[in-house]
């Protein structure tokens, strides 16, 4: 039926009812809402000063274009706006009207409030003609289409209205609202345009393309302008376009056109060339002008394709090569396969637009284009090349933008994901979901242009997942599972961190937190500590989409993520498969950081619920052997995710186990065999093997002991079966692997712990000055009897070596043994009951049955071939194309681990020789004289090239390698130790005592967090042992001394005695070397905490194990600049940062010392160990020294300091150093050269007495290859100095040609050198080699024959006639 208009006694809910129903129908608004201007914001609208009623109650002219829609739906994302609240909310184009005027009117008078009626004062008012019938007659539908010509009844009216206008036609009046175009004089339609007036991207010749006649605008109507000469008035402008267009040339046109193309927007463009189209279309038939239209529509398809590359430049594109498009003719009636009949509704007119899509598909281009192209994808989210020709019954092919090419782009498969329809929402996300998997794994890099998961991140997948999974429909709801599941967990990952559990130190990790990106806040500059605002304030400040663009997992978290998986889990009680997502998900959440796995653990009834579900204490067995629901029955994923929990921190492992009733569950499913729990054979595998996981973790805080008790029993017969389960026919052998190294990485873990009880038994104080914890329950007497059986089993799989069906098997667990037996001897040697001789024997007989026979078995020596090749650190620059990685989301780039050489893959010594380190270094620690055994291991070709490799790598450091560094480092770490033992007391091993030397310097600032204490060791027993620098006791210094002399004979002139003693400062650093560890240990004194924490994680000491996760990835431990330390933090306490002046009247005790013993160091190490310095560029090393200077007035007047600097001085002045110093890259931690050495000057003005060593520091920037800003400094601002800087050529050492050649260019340097030795400030006696420079650019400058500027020219005339007006001095 018809709306009726509200009335006044309609209640508010009569009112909603009509406003639904008004919205359903669908009906245009009878009033529009208009925004009036806000004259107090300074908004445009209405005159300056009127401020009285009249003038408010007009409105501004409106002029309306029909179908330009108000925004252009894009996925592209905009610029960010600056509202922090539009910011936080994200919506889709496909927002429901109703639901948004829900949202947005909080009371219908919000709405009645604003209505303004349209003006109608100068509306013209008709009185209905007066007829002899007493009622109007009667309206027929058949005889209303025959009275009104098409052209009049061009929009959509009313039957009433055609009537109306068909009368008034008859009476030859024009009508009331029809377009201007109709009411235009005959002779005016007659008038052609020129063909320049065509706004078209195609410049044919007039003589091609002949135009239509334009008898009024195309794009304006003048519909809605008020006033009474509105209607003539676009008419008016029409006709100064044309009559201005008539006056211009061809060339002006094209210019004018080339010049608006460029200013307008290419969507607004596209519009005005569509309507273009329509109007040609309609006023020309295709029959009479096939030329003109065809060329009409081949424009316009060229320009909209120009657009879609333009509106979204984030679309993912391919790469391939040139070719000419081919544009498909124009559609006309003959090429329709159904024709229309003249009895249809609206199909009078044909619009070929319209019915594009009924022709026959284009053939997909034949060969390739250099142009990027839009990438589609099919369903599996395989890549479809260009040239494919898929069949159209793979579903792939659709009406999209190019309707000829299968498959779906980005754009396409994110609106379908959108759709009202739920099949086309869950087939757009799982196609997602498996491009996600494979961009994952990096299969699009070599073909695609830029990152997928970027682009896809950037454009809101996070948002649109999210949503997805808010869906009321389980299918949608689990393919958004499956894609997020994609998109945060990566399979190979987590395998590798599976396969390295069981290595030293396995179960601890890396938190996979993006690198902190320091932001500027304006906001809180310039306020008080207390009134800053904290970084949880500022967090939850941000909208969800900063934070989730720095952080995903943190993103996806404040969106509330965590209670809707729950509720999945909870209410909606998924398929297998969405259950097994969900757990992945929630594990990758947890290994995010220790914050996220306590979210994990604090979301309400999440734990309780995965617990009850999927970790029962009894189930029936399945009848399937894929069951079709997973509830109630127990799932290795649940385990590890409690496994993953536990490892973030000793608190959360202790709630799983107490509280949550882990402990129970443990003890439900070892107490039976894997083969008696009721599941599928390798499930049953997996549970056990991640329950053992989980207690292992938890026996490394030194919790569930006493379950170790209970089951013992059971463990000892587990044990006794190892060998036999490991059968190499069994086809679940990898399975019962992973459960034997699991099972071994507890027992490893309970063996520490019980080696801590008597320590804490005694009630000792720790180091720290806190109470020690309570003793576990487990004592050394529970363990002890575990050796002898897991030995014998050690020397069974050495003994299979030899079988080669057992290789793989014997060689995968041996490193896990020998773990345990370094645990056992480290913690026997600590306990009451030792007994040192019984025990040396034991050491001697596995070392003789067990250890000797291993390592020198072929197997093991091919393998430790293989060092180099499956080194992380060695092969930097790998051909690997790495999977792709996104800031916001770190990960481990594993994929493809399998095929290429790394440390993870069984081909790798790493496992088996890290083991074997870990063990010697505990034993030949008991047992000093067990160490020269060994000596053909330090002294094999492949250890000592893979030591020289690393001698020379320099490793980048990320996520995607610190988890395998750190393995890494750590055998580095124990083959110094094995060389620390074997140098003074093996000869042949002292040869390569330098390269143990330049290992552990480079090996220094690699360590990561978690390291800490190997770092502590390295200095403390190789870095300044006299043992590794070998020259300094083999005839080194006085080497050095030789060449001085040689060097002094040679050059014949005497110098300064004091730039001749290297070889005596040596000789005196080699004598400090204890004194200057000292120094370095002092200065290293703030890393003490850290030193500690992981000193007790890589000692086992357990009960004072706070976290298994690492501390977060911020970079190494030590800076790579830590020799100059003592020197630089001197300068951050005392220095003058501008230089000029005094911050403290004396030095701080022993701060000449340790700038000595700093001195001493830098200055064997650039002699001695120049590669190990390599990594700091030498305009940092200057940049570091120069705080000698800056430190204090008189620091560098001190008489060691002063032979040490000049000693350096020489050595950073050397020629081939000199190329190397570039002072235009500003250092690391300056923001330039040029400001430090600003400081430099203002110093040596201050207080350097002319001092030579200084005066030779201020003059190395000034060479003409440096920035000019600091001669510009010095003869400018400076130039007081000048007076005082008396460095002879001998003094500098640097060829006076560095700072004379190529001559000068720059004019005011040129006018400042002039001015300096016309005024005499500058001598040859007061300054020699500034003298010389000055005179030499001069000189050069006005004597050059080369053609030069007028400027440059005049600037010679003028220095030329005040030289002549000069007199001479006597």
């Given at each position: 039926?018809?709306?009726?208009?509200?009335?006044?006694?309609?209640?508010?809910?009569?009112?909603?009812?009509?406003?639904?129903?008004?919205?359903?129908?669908?009906?245009?608004?009878?009033?529009?809402?208009?925004?009036?201007?806000?004259?107090?914001?300074?908004?445009?609208?209405?005159?300056?000063?009127?401020?009285?009623?009249?003038?408010?109650?007009?409105?501004?002219?409106?002029?309306?274009?029909?179908?330009?829609?108000?925004?252009?739906?894009?996925?592209?994302?905009?610029?960010?706006?600056?509202?922090?609240?539009?910011?936080?909310?994200?919506?889709?184009?496909?927002?429901?009207?109703?639901?948004?005027?829900?949202?947005?009117?909080?009371?219908?008078?919000?709405?009645?409030?604003?209505?303004?009626?349209?003006?109608?004062?100068?509306?013209?008012?008709?009185?209905?003609?007066?007829?002899?019938?007493a009622f109007p007659k009667v309206l027929h539908r058949s005889e209303t289409s025959s009275q009104v010509p098409l052209s009049s009844a061009g929009g959509k009216k009313s039957i009433f209205a055609c009537q109306i206008a068909a009368q008034r036609l008859k009476e030859g009046k024009t009508p009331l609202h029809c377009s201007p175009e109709a009411a235009q004089t005959p002779g005016h339609t007659e008038q052609n345009l020129p063909p320049e007036t065509s706004m078209d991207t195609d410049q044919c010749d007039a003589a091609d393309y002949q135009p239509t006649a334009v008898s009024g605008p195309r794009l304006v109507s003048g519909q809605g302008l008020e006033g009474p000469g509105s209607s003539g008035e676009t008419i008016r402008i029409h006709r100064e376009n044309q009559a201005k267009l008539q006056g211009m040339s061809k060339s002006e046109i094209l210019q004018e056109q080339k010049k608006l193309l460029s200013q307008l927007d290419p969507r607004l463009v596209e519009f005005v060339r569509s309507r273009k189209a329509q109007s040609v279309a309609s006023s020309t038939s295709p029959s009479k002008h096939p030329q003109g239209k065809s060329k009409n529509v081949s424009s316009e398809s060229d320009s909209s394709s120009a657009a879609v590359l333009f509106q979204k430049p984030q679309e993912v594109e391919m790469e391939g090569e040139e070719e000419e498009e081919e544009v498909p003719p124009a559609v006309t009636e003959e090429d329709l396969p159904v024709k229309p009949q003249k009895e249809w509704v609206h199909m009078n007119k044909l619009e070929p637009e319209k019915l594009e899509w009924m022709r026959d598909?284009?053939?997909?281009?034949?060969?390739?284009?250099?142009?990027?192209?839009?990438?589609?994808?099919?369903?599996?989210?395989?890549?479809?090349?260009?040239?494919?020709?898929?069949?159209?019954?793979?579903?792939?092919?659709?009406?999209?933008?190019?309707?000829?090419?299968?498959?779906?782009?980005?754009?396409?498969?994110?609106?379908?994901?959108?759709?009202?329809?739920?099949?086309?929402?869950?087939?757009?996300?799982?196609?997602?979901?498996?491009?996600?998997?494979?961009?994952?794994?990096?299969?699009?890099?070599?073909?695609?242009?830029?990152?997928?998961?970027?682009?896809?991140?950037?454009?809101?997948?996070?948002?649109?997942?999210?949503?997805?999974?808010?869906?009321?429909?389980?299918?949608?709801?689990?393919?958004?599972?499956?894609?997020?599941?994609?998109?945060?967990?990566?399979?190979?990952?987590?395998?590798?961190?599976?396969?390295?559990?069981?290595?030293?130190?396995?179960?601890?990790?890396?938190?996979?937190?993006?690198?902190?990106?320091?932001?500027?806040?304006?906001?809180?500059?310039?306020?008080?500590?207390?009134?800053?605002?904290?970084?949880?304030?500022?967090?939850?400040?941000?909208?969800?989409?900063?934070?989730?663009?720095?952080?995903?997992?943190?993103?996806?978290?404040?969106?509330?993520?965590?209670?809707?998986?729950?509720?999945?889990?909870?209410?909606?009680?998924?398929?297998?498969?969405?259950?097994?997502?969900?757990?992945?998900?929630?594990?990758?959440?947890?290994?995010?950081?220790?914050?996220?796995?306590?979210?994990?653990?604090?979301?309400?009834?999440?734990?309780?619920?995965?617990?009850?579900?999927?970790?029962?204490?009894?189930?029936?067995?399945?009848?399937?052997?894929?069951?079709?629901?997973?509830?109630?029955?127990?799932?290795?994923?649940?385990?590890?995710?409690?496994?993953?929990?536990?490892?973030?921190?000793?608190?959360?492992?202790?709630?799983?186990?107490?509280?949550?009733?882990?402990?129970?569950?443990?003890?439900?499913?070892?107490?039976?065999?894997?083969?008696?729990?009721?599941?599928?054979?390798?499930?049953?595998?997996?549970?056990?093997?991640?329950?053992?996981?989980?207690?292992?973790?938890?026996?490394?805080?030194?919790?569930?002991?006493?379950?170790?008790?209970?089951?013992?029993?059971?463990?000892?017969?587990?044990?006794?079966?190892?060998?036999?389960?490991?059968?190499?026919?069994?086809?679940?052998?990898?399975?019962?692997?992973?459960?034997?190294?699991?099972?071994?990485?507890?027992?490893?873990?309970?063996?520490?712990?019980?080696?801590?009880?008597?320590?804490?038994?005694?009630?000792?104080?720790?180091?720290?000055?806190?109470?020690?914890?309570?003793?576990?329950?487990?004592?050394?007497?529970?363990?002890?009897?575990?050796?002898?059986?897991?030995?014998?089993?050690?020397?069974?799989?050495?003994?299979?070596?030899?079988?080669?069906?057992?290789?793989?098997?014997?060689?995968?667990?041996?490193?896990?043994?020998?773990?345990?037996?370094?645990?056992?001897?480290?913690?026997?040697?600590?306990?009451?009951?030792?007994?040192?001789?019984?025990?040396?024997?034991?050491?001697?007989?596995?070392?003789?049955?067990?250890?000797?026979?291993?390592?020198?078995?072929?197997?093991?020596?091919?393998?430790?071939?293989?060092?180099?090749?499956?080194?992380?650190?060695?092969?930097?620059?790998?051909?690997?194309?790495?999977?792709?990685?996104?800031?916001?989301?770190?990960?481990?780039?594993?994929?493809?681990?399998?095929?290429?050489?790394?440390?993870?893959?069984?081909?790798?010594?790493?496992?088996?020789?890290?083991?074997?380190?870990?063990?010697?270094?505990?034993?030949?620690?008991?047992?000093?004289?067990?160490?020269?055994?060994?000596?053909?291991?330090?002294?094999?070709?492949?250890?000592?090239?893979?030591?020289?490799?690393?001698?020379?790598?320099?490793?980048?450091?990320?996520?995607?390698?610190?988890?395998?560094?750190?393995?890494?480092?750590?055998?580095?770490?124990?083959?110094?130790?094995?060389?620390?033992?074997?140098?003074?007391?093996?000869?042949?091993?002292?040869?390569?005592?330098?390269?143990?030397?330049?290992?552990?310097?480079?090996?220094?600032?690699?360590?990561?967090?978690?390291?800490?204490?190997?770092?502590?060791?390295?200095?403390?027993?190789?870095?300044?042992?006299?043992?590794?620098?070998?020259?300094?006791?083999?005839?080194?210094?006085?080497?050095?001394?030789?060449?001085?002399?040689?060097?002094?004979?040679?050059?014949?002139?005497?110098?300064?005695?004091?730039?001749?003693?290297?070889?005596?400062?040596?000789?005196?650093?080699?004598?400090?070397?204890?004194?200057?560890?000292?120094?370095?240990?002092?200065?290293?004194?703030?890393?003490?905490?850290?030193?500690?924490?992981?000193?007790?994680?890589?000692?086992?000491?357990?009960?004072?194990?706070?976290?298994?996760?690492?501390?977060?990835?911020?970079?190494?431990?030590?800076?790579?600049?830590?020799?100059?330390?003592?020197?630089?933090?001197?300068?951050?306490?005392?220095?003058?940062?501008?230089?000029?002046?005094?911050?403290?009247?004396?030095?701080?005790?022993?701060?000449?010392?340790?700038?000595?013993?700093?001195?001493?160091?830098?200055?064997?190490?650039?002699?001695?160990?120049?590669?190990?310095?390599?990594?700091?560029?030498?305009?940092?090393?200057?940049?570091?020294?120069?705080?000698?200077?800056?430190?204090?007035?008189?620091?560098?007047?001190?008489?060691?300091?002063?032979?040490?600097?000049?000693?350096?001085?020489?050595?950073?002045?050397?020629?081939?150093?000199?190329?190397?110093?570039?002072?235009?890259?500003?250092?690391?931690?300056?923001?330039?050269?040029?400001?430090?050495?600003?400081?430099?000057?203002?110093?040596?003005?201050?207080?350097?007495?002319?001092?030579?060593?200084?005066?030779?520091?201020?003059?190395?920037?000034?060479?003409?290859?440096?920035?000019?800003?600091?001669?510009?400094?010095?003869?400018?601002?400076?130039?007081?100095?000048?007076?005082?800087?008396?460095?002879?050529?001998?003094?500098?050492?640097?060829?006076?040609?560095?700072?004379?050649?190529?001559?000068?260019?720059?004019?005011?340097?040129?006018?400042?050198?002039?001015?300096?030795?016309?005024?005499?400030?500058?001598?040859?006696?007061?300054?020699?080699?500034?003298?010389?420079?000055?005179?030499?650019?001069?000189?050069?400058?006005?004597?050059?024959?080369?053609?030069?500027?007028?400027?440059?020219?005049?600037?010679?005339?003028?220095?030329?006639?005040?030289?002549?007006?000069?007199?001479?001095?006597?």
């Open positions: 039926g018809m709306l009726r208009r509200p009335k006044p006694s309609d209640s508010e809910a009569d009112l909603l009812r009509e406003q639904e129903q008004f919205l359903t129908s669908g009906a245009p608004s009878a009033a529009n809402v208009v925004r009036r201007p806000d004259k107090r914001r300074g908004e445009a609208g209405g005159e300056g000063g009127d401020h009285n009623g009249e003038n408010e109650g007009r409105q501004r002219d409106v002029v309306t274009i029909e179908e330009l829609p108000d925004q252009l739906p894009s996925l592209t994302p905009a610029p960010p706006k600056k509202s922090r609240f539009k910011a936080s909310r994200v919506t889709f184009e496909a927002e429901d009207a109703e639901e948004r005027l829900d949202r947005h009117d909080t009371h219908i008078s919000a709405v009645l409030s604003r209505i303004v009626e349209r003006d109608t004062s100068s509306t013209p008012v008709s009185l209905p003609a007066f007829t002899g019938m598909l284009p053939a997909p281009r034949r060969k390739g284009t250099k142009t990027a192209m839009q990438a589609r994808f099919d369903f599996a989210g395989t890549l479809i090349p260009p040239t494919e020709d898929l069949p159209t019954h793979l579903g792939l092919h659709h009406h999209g933008e190019e309707p000829e090419r299968a498959g779906y782009s980005l754009q396409e498969l994110f609106l379908l994901s959108r759709s009202q329809v739920i099949q086309q929402r869950s087939l757009a996300l799982s196609t997602l979901a498996n491009i996600l998997s494979k961009a994952r794994a990096g299969e699009y890099l070599p073909v695609l242009k830029g990152s997928v998961v970027s682009t896809l991140l950037d454009a809101g997948l996070l948002f649109l997942l999210r949503f997805a999974l808010d869906d009321g429909v389980e299918g949608v709801m689990s393919a958004a599972v499956h894609a997020l599941k994609a998109l945060l967990v990566c399979a190979e990952d987590e395998e590798c961190l599976d396969c390295t559990f069981s290595w030293f130190r396995g179960l601890a990790s890396f938190p996979l937190l993006p690198s902190a990106q320091e932001e500027e806040d304006e906001d809180d500059e310039g306020l008080p500590e207390s009134m800053k605002e904290t970084a949880k304030e500022k967090e939850d400040r941000k909208s969800d989409h900063d934070v989730a663009r720095q952080d995903v997992v943190k993103g996806l978290l404040k969106m509330k993520l965590l209670p809707r998986l729950r509720y999945i889990l909870e209410v909606v009680r998924p398929s297998p498969r969405v259950v097994q997502d969900v757990l992945e998900i929630l594990t990758r959440i947890a290994r995010h950081s220790s914050s996220s796995a306590t979210q994990v653990l604090d979301c309400p009834r999440m734990m309780e619920m995965v617990l009850s579900e999927f970790l029962p204490t009894s189930w029936t067995a399945p009848s399937l052997p894929l069951p079709q629901s997973v509830y109630g029955l127990p799932l290795a994923s649940a385990m590890k995710l409690l496994r993953v929990l536990a490892t973030a921190g000793r608190h959360a492992c202790a709630r799983l186990l107490n509280s949550l009733g882990v402990r129970e569950r443990l003890f439900c499913l070892l107490s039976a065999e894997p083969s008696e729990l009721l599941l599928e054979p390798s499930e049953a595998l997996r549970i056990t093997t991640e329950a053992y996981r989980l207690w292992a973790v938890a026996a490394g805080y030194g919790q569930a002991c006493k379950l170790y008790i209970d089951l013992y029993p059971g463990l000892a017969k587990t044990l006794q079966s190892v060998h036999r389960v490991l059968d190499p026919s069994d086809p679940l052998l990898p399975l019962q692997l992973q459960l034997v190294l699991a099972l071994l990485s507890l027992l490893t873990q309970v063996t520490h712990t019980a080696g801590c009880h008597q320590e804490l038994q005694a009630g000792m104080v720790s180091s720290r000055g806190e109470e020690c914890p309570p003793p576990p329950p487990v004592s050394w007497g529970h363990v002890t009897g575990l050796q002898a059986s897991l030995l014998g089993h050690l020397k069974g799989f050495v003994k299979s070596l030899d079988n080669p069906v057992q290789k793989e098997s014997s060689l995968a667990v041996i490193p896990a043994y020998l773990a345990y037996l370094e645990a056992y001897y480290h913690q026997l040697s600590r306990q009451n009951c030792f007994k040192p001789v019984e025990t040396l024997q034991e050491l001697e007989l596995l070392m003789s049955e067990v250890l000797l026979p291993l390592l020198s078995h072929h197997v093991v020596q091919g393998l430790i071939k293989n060092l180099k090749s499956s080194s992380v650190i060695c092969n930097v620059q790998s051909s690997h194309v790495g999977p792709e990685t996104n800031p916001s989301l770190p990960g481990l780039a594993c994929p493809g681990w399998r095929d290429r050489p790394g440390p993870v893959v069984p081909s790798s010594p790493f496992p088996l020789l890290t083991g074997l380190g870990l063990l010697l270094e505990t034993v030949t620690g008991i047992h000093k004289g067990l160490s020269c055994k060994f000596t053909g291991l330090l002294l094999s070709e492949p250890v000592v090239g893979y030591l020289r490799s690393c001698s020379q790598a320099t490793p980048t450091l990320s996520h995607t390698r610190a988890w395998l560094l750190r393995h890494e480092h750590h055998l580095l770490y124990l083959l110094l130790q094995l060389a620390r033992r074997l140098v003074p007391i093996e000869p042949q091993v002292a040869k390569h005592a330098s390269l143990y030397h330049q290992v552990a310097l480079v090996l220094l600032p690699w360590l990561l967090p978690g390291s800490e204490y190997l770092a502590h060791e390295l200095l403390s027993t190789i870095i300044f042992s006299k043992d590794f620098i070998s020259e300094g006791h083999s005839g080194g210094p006085e080497a050095i001394e030789l060449g001085e002399l040689k060097l002094q004979e040679e050059t014949q002139h005497l110098t300064s005695p004091s730039l001749q003693t290297v070889g005596a400062l040596l000789r005196e650093a080699c004598v400090q070397l204890p004194s200057i560890r000292g120094c370095y240990l002092t200065h290293l004194a703030h890393l003490e905490p850290s030193v500690l924490m992981s000193r007790d994680a890589l000692l086992g000491r357990n009960q004072w194990i706070n976290s298994h996760l690492l501390p977060e990835f911020t970079g190494p431990t030590v800076t790579s600049d830590w020799p100059f330390l003592p020197l630089v933090s001197l300068y951050e306490r005392t220095g003058v940062c501008d230089g000029g002046g005094l911050a403290v009247e004396e030095l701080p005790q022993g701060a000449l010392q340790a700038v000595t013993h700093c001195l001493q160091w830098l200055l064997l190490l650039e002699v001695w160990r120049e590669e190990a310095l390599k990594v700091i560029l030498p305009a940092a090393k200057l940049a570091r020294l120069s705080c000698v200077f800056l430190c204090s007035s008189d620091l560098f007047l001190e008489r060691p300091v002063q032979k040490l600097t000049w000693g350096l001085c020489r050595l950073l002045t050397r020629q081939s150093r000199l190329d190397s110093l570039d002072l235009n890259v500003p250092p690391p931690g300056l923001a330039s050269f040029q400001g430090l050495y600003s400081a430099l000057v203002t110093q040596y003005e201050a207080v350097s007495f002319g001092d030579r060593l200084f005066g030779c520091w201020v003059l190395l920037p000034l060479q003409r290859r440096y920035n000019t800003t600091m001669k510009l400094a010095v003869f400018g601002e400076h130039v007081g100095m000048l007076r005082s800087l008396g460095v002879t050529l001998e003094q500098l050492s640097i060829p006076i040609e560095r700072f004379t050649s190529p001559p000068e260019d720059s004019l005011p340097l040129l006018h400042l050198y002039f001015r300096s030795l016309v005024t005499g400030a500058l001598k040859p006696r007061w300054c020699p080699i500034l003298y010389v420079v000055a005179l030499s650019h001069v000189n050069s400058f006005i004597f050059s024959q080369d053609a030069a500027a007028q400027e440059v020219e005049a600037a010679r005339h003028s220095m030329l006639r005040k030289i002549y007006y000069l007199t001479d001095e006597v």
